[in-house]
């Protein structure tokens, strides 16, 4: 059974439990009070939980932003759903109110659009203040928003989202009302929480098969692989290596690109994953084709239904990559495509007959390769007047 951890302060714990009742999961809920707790409190628990939820975005910012995450992390929000079902029971229970006169303490200035487009004049936006959902001094700072609003009689009323700021408004008396995702929203979010581990508990027992060519092999190479990933089944084959191991494994102990630095170049590698083993070699396979058209220069990971570019290289080439990628499964040559990523990086704009010259084609090939990028949306023609004749078609590249 999946087991979930929830951080939340006591007093947003039942709201989440009512929310709950039907999920069928082992559920842990671990309170807190002091926003400065969060990092020591995944840390303790993020090995004895499948996930954590923090209550809100606050702890998910904190944390993400604190630590190096190896058990997944999520957070409950509210929907717009949920903050115009809000309002509107304001509204209908303070017919008069001004909305100018309203702090809303977890939106920001810059998100009040995503929020409160098109809704509120310029002069009835509520009041937004800048916000760090990562800084752990964050409750302080909302504390003298508070303070400096109430004496300087700016609002009303204050809606927070924040729990643990209700007894400070209390004590203030500063009216306010407390806002929390839907049960609905907290029910759907971990679903998803669930479903998404159910995929990452899977993809980790998938298989990864590695396969190797090298110039000559030391040795000691078995001895060399394996202190960079001991979990791992090596079998040599002349110049080849075949390596065998989990998809955890591969991603913990990051061997392709280990190796790829260890041994540099005279290397060529193709990495699969599958459900079985036959599956990952096919994928290998296909993976070592690839890292030989492009000189070793890049790294896959092919699986049955994608692939990722594991190498470290710059958005430049990758980008070109993807490009050529895109131009192949036109039957475009990797020279071609080389040469067409020229013309769009330089914003050329070329005719039929200026293509078959640059491509050393004849009018009619270039007529059809122009026509068969127009139609996969990689090219866009315009026409265009001459003194002459009949307007020529015009192409500018769009990959």
């Known amino acids: 059974m999946i087991k979930l951890a929830i951080l ?84 209908k229970e303070n017919p008069k109110i001004d909305f100018s006169r309203v702090y809303i303490d977890f939106i920001s200035p810059e998100k009040k659009e995503y ?84 995929i990452l508990k899977s993809e980790k027992k998938q298989i990864i098969f590695g396969k190797l060519l090298f110039d000559k092999i ?47 170049n005279n290397f060529l590698s193709g990495w699969g994953k599958g459900n079985n083993i036959n599956e990952a070699r096919h994928n290998a396979e296909k993976s070592y084709i690839k890292n030989k058209e492009t000189n070793t220069e890049v790294i896959y990971l092919v699986s049955t239904n994608s692939e990722t570019i594991l190498s470290e290289i710059n958005a430049k080439k990758k980008k070109n990559i993807e490009i050529i990628e895109k131009l192949k499964k036109l039957n475009i040559t990797k020279q071609n495509s080389e040469k067409l990523i020229e013309l769009f990086k ?13 491509l050393n084609i004849s009018e009619r090939t270039a007529n059809r390769l122009l026509l068969k990028l127009e139609e996969n949306s990689l090219a866009i023609s315009n026409l265009i007047k001459i003194n002459r004749g009949r307007p020529k078609k015009i192409y500018t590249f769009s990959f």
């Open 8 to 91: 939340t302060p006591k007093n947003s714990s039942e709201k989440i439990k009512n929310s709950l009742k039907e999920i069928t999961c082992e559920i842990k809920y671990i309170f807190y009070n002091n926003l400065y707790d969060l990092e020591e409190l995944y840390l303790k628990n993020a090995q004895k939980y499948d996930g954590i939820i923090t209550s809100g975005p606050i702890g998910y910012e904190i944390i993400k932003n604190s630590v190096e995450l190896f058990t997944p992390l999520y957070h409950f929000d509210i929907s717009k759903g949920d903050l115009y079902k809000y309002l509107f029971n304001i509204l």
């Open 218 to 264: 030391s040795i000691d190479i078995e001895e060399e692989i394996h202190s960079i990933s001991k979990n791992c089944i090596i079998k040599i084959l002349d110049k080849n290596i075949e390596i065998l191991m989990l998809y955890e494994d591969f991603i913990n102990s990051n061997i392709a690109l280990n190796l790829k630095k260890k041994f540099r």
């Open 115 to 198: 929020w409160f487009k098109d809704i509120f004049k310029k002069e009835e936006e509520p009041i937004f203040y800048q916000i760090n959902f990562s800084n752990k001094n964050l409750y302080e700072t909302l504390k003298n928003n508070y303070i400096n609003l109430k004496k300087e009689k700016k609002i009303d009323i204050v809606l927070t989202r924040i729990s643990n700021m209700v007894n400070f408004l209390k004590s203030e008396k500063i009216s306010f009302d407390f806002l929390f995702p839907s049960e609905e929203n907290i029910k759907n979010t971990v679903l998803e929480v669930i479903k998404d581990i159910k």
């Open 346 to 358: 330089n914003q050329e704009k070329v005719s039929c007959a200026n293509l078959a010259d640059y």
